[in-house]
């Protein structure tokens, strides 16, 4: 606690930022008023204001400081505790679904992560009683390529929130005919086509080996596909998804070799953030909106941007009611072994790990290191 409260004033002045902290669980407020005499004691200024949300489980902290010692003497410190319930779904998709009928309260989180900010503030609200987060993928705008994507940090600060369970939300080319536009496909399956790309929170004196024989959660696919029938889109189950790296789409030669190679569909981000999210023991699948048949199809034309937009647009509705539907319905607890995918995947030996990564990746590692 005492090095935490250091942290929060090792900066130079005027001290005005954000830091993010997470536990797994806060049971007595008792902790933060000893984080608050600390800070109080490291400034030498005479003011800490602890502002408390209310919430019957806490998962994640935002500090929030200005002031600093030099001026301590001509203005108050501040230190703002901002408490979150329990946020256990996240959302990684374009920005627009979280402007969606019955989120209530929606606030945005900038998050630091040890691999830098995630693509932007992530947006938590409540849907269907439901704590839920939002995460713009390729940032507000879409001004990220899919190979810029900060795909760690990403996963980093979801997992920091306290989230167990996300739902990508992308757009595909169908490499089937009975794949159309516009519907929607819950892929089993991913082949990674791309190249350039970190793929992994370890390393740095500490080696894991996840398993990703099945790459998307079996159980949280099953939920989504009942959603997405639910809220009225064609959804098909099962299928391989190609992760090119883009940003280019395919030349016909190349998307006529991914149908021989029997992949179902093809999109650009796929991978690394289903890999990630195993590592971090979140359970991942994926709503993928078909929005075109790639370039392969003889009697439809090949892929543009414009043809993507125009889809996503039309679907963005049920995209929208479908995820409402899914936290309406969410099971309470999981039923698979995402949450205990590290179990076996770590093969350092425990005091030959580096303090720097043991830090690093405490998030990640503390139950079993």
Same mark, same amino acid.
């Given at each position: 606690? =005492? ?55 806490? %998962? *994640? ?9 030099? *001026? ?9 505790? #901002? ?48 704590? #839920?987060? $939002? ?40 490499? +089937? ?24 929170? $370890?390393?740095?004196?500490?080696? &894991?080996?996840?398993?990703? &024989?099945?790459? $998307?959660? *079996? ?8 959603? !997405? ?5 064609? #959804? ?27 992949? *179902? ?32 199809? !003889? ?8 043809? #993507? ?19 309406? %319905? ?11 995918? =590290? &179990? ?13 990564? +043991? ?11």
């Amino acid at each position: 606690m =005492l090095a935490l409260a250091q942290r929060l004033f090792q900066c130079r002045d005027p001290v005005r930022r954000k830091l993010f902290c997470a536990w797994d669980e806060f049971c007595e407020h008792t902790v933060l008023e000893i984080l608050a005499f600390y800070a109080l004691l490291l400034s030498g200024v005479g003011v800490v204001n602890l502002i408390l949300d209310s919430g019957s489980k806490f %998962n *994640s902290i935002v500090y929030e400081a200005s002031g600093s010692k030099r *001026s301590a003497s001509k203005s108050s410190f501040h230190l703002e505790v #901002v408490m979150e319930d329990n946020v256990t779904l996240a959302i990684i998709g374009g920005s627009g679904l979280y402007n969606m009928p019955g989120l209530e309260d929606p606030r945005e989180h900038p998050i630091q992560t040890p691999f830098g900010n995630p693509s932007a503030p992530i947006v938590v609200g409540t849907l269907e009683g439901q704590r #839920v987060a $939002f995460l713009a993928r390729h940032g507000i705008g879409h001004h990220i390529l899919p190979t810029e994507v900060p795909y760690r940090a990403n996963i980093y600060a979801l997992k920091s929130l306290g989230v167990e369970r996300i739902v990508s939300i992308s757009a595909c080319g169908s490499l +089937r005919e009975d794949y159309a536009p516009g519907h929607i496909v819950i892929p089993d399956q991913i082949y990674d086509n791309s190249h350039g790309r970190v793929r992994t929170f $370890f390393g740095e004196g500490l080696v &894991a080996h996840v398993s990703v &024989a099945d790459p $998307f959660c *079996s159980d949280l696919s099953q939920q989504v596909e009942s959603a !997405v029938g639910a809220a009225g889109g064609v #959804v098909h189950r099962g299928g391989a998804f190609i992760t090119i790296e883009g940003p280019r789409f395919s030349t016909k030669a190349e998307s006529n070799v991914y149908r021989n190679w029997g992949m *179902s569909i093809i999109g650009m981000t796929a991978s690394p953030e289903a890999f990630l999210a195993r590592e971090a023991e979140i359970c991942y699948a994926t709503m993928a909106h078909v929005t075109d048949y790639d370039v392969w199809h !003889v009697s439809e034309a090949p892929v543009t941007v414009e043809m #993507v937009i125009q889809t996503l647009v039309k679907n963005t509705a049920l995209a929208q009611e479908a995820v409402r539907v899914l936290a309406k %319905n969410l099971k309470p607890e999981r039923d698979c072994e995402c949450e205990h995918a =590290l &179990a076996t995947a770590l093969i350092t030996q425990k005091d030959v790990v580096p303090t720097e990564t +043991r830090q690093k990746l405490e998030l990640l590692i503390k139950k079993y290191l």
